[in-house]
């Protein structure tokens, strides 16, 4: 009997601790099977041991040269938009690069911080990219170099949009740049503004929707007119960023007290409202049925910027061209309120092997006018260069055929002037989509707002055991 | 050689030591990556569990020992309305993963013992019966984050059977599984079910195939029909092997983590809608990942680790003391 208690206590034990086991640490070794010196893709093995779903590293370059240079991204981006275009400048100096795309945001910094943790880890990131939702947490820590150290100088980062500089700004030191500026629009599609609005001329359009009560009426109008068929936005959560940008405070602030500020709660209002109205389709922002929705009548606009233009609107357009799924029937209008979503700034690592070709990078890809203008020609990216967006728009690169011929560049240029910074923190990512779950809980009727709210509280306060709940 | 024989010369006594001590050597590589990788683990788990450490940003604070107070909040919350025992993250999580394993495996061991009496029943003699068993057990061989992909882009909100159980008329037009608690919970209990009844069916099979066939014989032959068969021999019989499945799928269940990590969560890893399919160990991924307070998730992995073993003595003294008991009981007797 007693062996038997002791042989189930030790089975239990050994089960219990597998999971405990694997969650500490996932410092990547270094993998060493990869024999071959060309730029191959070669999968990292320590990661994909902890959790099945955590996606391999895909890496581009030699990893096992003596001066490589690492890059990390959560996806391509920074391949497409920036190396690409340093590689044709200083195809020397983009050898060393080795670009490490760790596969999707979700484990992007899990998987850098345990890197950054340990300067001799022979895969430690000499440069970051860093998203707004979680810039502070990297920009306010000793892991980034503020750029001046990189000879990086004021007078460089002239034609930048100031928003840009202060977003990465620590007590008075810029830690990292965006080679692109996020202006955010309201993007509709043309035939069926024309069909229940009468017009399709962004201008006039824009009356539909010049606040959020118009929007809303305008949404109940292109309901009634569709007999149901038309929906305004494919899923309350469109909306979201537009309030999340107009933000006066941080989730929480300098005592570390968690608030929920009144631009949140109206746009928990909202989303109620849009969800009663029934001017949704009821999809979740990023999965495959709001993607999908692009090319279907079901929805008549989605609330988006820059890069959503291109690499969300179009890429799900179901064409290629004019006339192709639902490919130049897309038109921009500033919607409700001005805002701006998102935007990818890189910043040098403490452990930085290389500090000159870090800066060379962020100077090619940040500052530099020339190179910026052929940036934006090549992904259409709207670039952070006052001077280049000037002098494209004058060649007439922006007038965009997915647009009907309308000039994005000179559409987002205002816009971009305008947007001001919101409060962040470095938790925003992770207390954002707690917020998510608890509005769409409050949006489906399962629970009245303050509960939500209530709910909301206790969940943040208990993952980051630093704040306090009012 | 001449060593060997010389010592076996020695006595019978020796010579039994002597084997025994490569006994020791043979068995030693596991003792060694037990402590390791499992011991070491354990003890540290539950020692982190007592240190205040945690980072705020990427500054890391502590470890600084702060004794019971990570495993007491595991407990307990105290707010505005007091204590209250239970409240907690912790314990949400826990109850999210016990409600899911019950309802995964009590139609599952109803199943599986349903289908295993069938395919062993002497008397129906089931034909094509290998066909069955390789079917059913089929879907345990798919990997469980393939099914969880899968499921979930049935019953999203445009999926295939969101859209067939609507124009059935079963569920009303705007309908969406994905922000519903229960349908969520029942989801994910489903696929754990379809994927284990399987696996538990052939463990039972084998068990019922273990009894000895001249007790269900002379049980006919004294004219009892399946029914009595069922519940009178081929039920009290099994009950080790039930127990086996009963425990094992215990300590799988509580630790039910890749299914619902890929069914219905959001970019953070949350187990939504609300928390609902947040699983114990999604919760303490999530603690010593996304918000680095080891501590916290100390003191989470060692309440799971003493839930498991009350549920597992639990059910081992409720199954397997009586025929204990019994078993001493009439050895006293003779």
């Known amino acids: ?470 | 050689m001449a060593d060997i024989s010389q010592k076996s010369n020695m006595g019978k006594k020796r010579k039994t030591v002597e084997y025994g001590r490569y006994g020791y050597l043979f068995i030693a590589p596991f003792f060694i990556v037990y402590a390791i990788f499992q011991l070491w683990p354990l003890v540290y788990t539950i020692w982190m569990s007592f240190m205040e450490y945690y980072s705020k940003g990427l500054k890391e604070i502590g470890p600084n020992f702060i004794g019971f107070k990570n495993i007491v909040n595991a407990f307990i919350t105290t707010g505005k309305e007091g204590a209250v025992l239970f409240d907690t993250f912790t314990f949400k999580a826990l109850g999210n993963t016990i409600f899911m394993w019950m309802l995964n495996f009590v139609p599952q061991i109803l199943l599986s013992l349903l289908l295993a009496s069938w395919f062993t029943d002497t008397r129906v003699k089931l034909k094509g019966q290998g066909a069955f068993k390789v079917t059913m057990f089929m879907p345990n061989i798919i990997t469980a984050a393939s099914l969880a992909v899968l499921f979930y882009s049935l019953f999203s909100i445009n999926g295939p059977m969101t859209q067939l159980l609507k124009n059935m008329g079963a569920i009303p037009g705007n309908y969406d599984f994905m922000v519903h608690k229960l349908p969520t919970q029942i989801l994910i209990a489903f696929i754990q079910f379809w994927m284990w009844y399987g696996n538990t069916m052939i463990v039972l099979i084998a068990g019922i195939l273990g009894i000895n066939p001249s007790l269900y014989e002379a049980s006919r032959v004294d004219g009892a029909n399946s029914k009595q068969i069922f519940y009178h021999i081929t039920l009290p019989l099994l009950k080790p092997i039930t127990l086996f499945v009963l425990v094992t799928s215990a300590i799988g269940g509580l630790q039910m983590y890749d299914i619902p990590s890929l069914f219905n969560v959001n970019q953070g890893g949350d187990g939504l809608p609300d928390f609902a399919s947040t699983t114990i160990t999604m919760y303490i991924r999530k603690l010593t990942l996304t918000s680095k307070d080891f501590g916290k998730a100390g003191a989470a992995s060692v309440v799971l680790f003493l839930v498991t073993l009350i549920i597992s003595l639990f059910f081992f003294f409720v199954l397997g003391e009586k025929e204990d008991r019994r078993q001493r009981k009439s050895r006293k007797g003779v």
């Not at chain 1, 893709?41 to 994909?48: G, L, R, Y």
């Not at chain 1, 939702?133 to 949009?161: H, Q």
């Not at chain 1, 009634?224 to 999340?244: H, I, P």
């Not at chain 1, 109620?272 to 109205?277: H, R």
């Open chain 1, 1 to 470: 009997m007693k062996k038997k208690m002791l042989a189930l206590a030790l089975a239990t034990a050994m089960t219990t601790i597998s999971l405990a086991g694997c969650g500490t640490s996932s410092t990547p070794t270094d993998a060493t099977t990869n024999k071959s010196t060309d730029a191959t893709t070669e999968t990292d093995t320590a990661t994909a041991e902890t959790e099945e779903e955590i996606p391999e590293n895909e890496i581009i370059g030699n990893p096992d040269a003596e001066d490589a240079f690492y890059v990390y991204c959560w996806n391509a981006d920074v391949m497409n938009n920036v190396i690409k275009y340093f590689q044709e400048v200083y195809p020397e100096d983009a050898k060393r690069i080795v670009y490490v795309n760790t596969g999707g945001s979700d484990y992007y910094q899990t998987k850098i911080d345990a890197l950054l943790e340990d300067p001799t880890n022979p895969q430690y990131p000499d440069m970051i990219a860093m998203e707004m939702d979680y810039i502070m947490k990297y920009t306010d820590s000793d892991y980034t170099l503020p750029v001046s150290d990189l000879g990086i100088t004021e007078a460089d980062m002239k034609n930048m949009y100031q928003y840009t500089i202060d977003a990465a700004t620590v007590d008075g030191k810029v830690k990292g740049l965006s080679w692109q500026a996020t202006p955010g629009a309201m993007m509709y599609r043309r035939s069926l503004a024309e069909k229940y609005l009468g017009t399709s001329d962004p201008d006039k359009v824009q009356e539909f929707f010049k606040d959020w009560d118009t929007m809303l009426e305008t949404g109940k109008k292109i309901l009634a007119d569709s007999n149901g068929e038309t929906k305004l936005f494919s899923g309350v959560d469109d909306v979201k960023r537009v309030y999340q940008a107009s933000r006066e405070n941080a989730w929480y602030d300098a005592n570390s007290v968690l608030t929920v500020e009144d631009t949140m709660l109206n746009y928990m209002d909202y989303a109620k409202a849009l969800q009663d109205a029934g001017l949704t389709n009821g999809t979740a922002q990023w999965s495959d049925e709001w993607a999908a929705n692009v090319k279907s009548d079901n929805t008549f606009a989605y609330m988006g910027c820059t890069w959503f233009l291109h690499w969300t609107l179009k890429a799900n357009s179901g064409g290629e061209k004019v006339g192709e799924g639902t490919y130049g029937d897309w038109a921009m209008t500033a919607g409700p309120q001005s805002y701006y979503w998102g935007g990818t700034w890189l910043g040098a690592t403490a452990g930085c092997s290389d500090k000159e070709l870090a800066g060379k990078i962020m100077k090619a890809a940040t500052c530099d006018t020339e190179m910026m203008k052929k940036i934006c020609k090549g992904s259409l990216d709207y670039v952070n260069n006052k001077e280049a967006i000037a002098a494209l728009s004058a060649e007439g690169v922006g007038n965009y055929d997915f647009l009907g011929g309308q000039d994005f560049l000179g559409y987002f240029s205002p816009l971009a002037e305008k947007i001001e910074l919101p409060a962040m923190c470095g938790e925003d990512f992770y207390i954002t989509n707690a917020f998510d779950d608890q509005t769409n809980a409050y949006v489906n009727g399962n629970k009245d707002k303050d509960t939500a709210v209530k709910d909301f509280k206790a969940y943040v306060v208990d993952l980051y055991p630093y704040l306090t709940a009012e």
